[in-house]
């Protein structure tokens, strides 16, 4: 799995190869770190405590429920796509640059 740091770094090539490597954009890689972060967390979280986790219902009784970190990687993911569609970053227009690193 590739590091924040590397995801950061190739989305800035992305940018730089597409002659768009603006504060605005730049900006929104921020962003998309920032999902990526909030999501890994979510996925952590999940795989600590499961898919359920116990809670309090309205009377006071302990319950299962959904833990809502399932919802949130959900939510954090959709935001990435959201800023990779805005960056017009897809699978079908990754440049390569000169050097021949992984790229997203």
Known sequence: MASASK??????KQLELKGANVEHFL?????????????????NDVKRDGRMVKGLSAS???????????????????????????LELTTDNVGCGDDEEDEL
């Open 27 to 43: 900006g929104l890689i921020d962003d998309y770190i920032f999902y990526f972060n909030q999501e890994k967390a979510m996925q």
């Open 60 to 86: 006071g009784h302990e319950m299962k429920k959904e833990n809502p970190a399932v919802k949130n990687a959900v939510i954090y993911n959709k935001q990435k796509l959201a800023i990779l569609k805005q």
């Open 7 to 12: 995801i950061k770094d190739s989305l800035k």
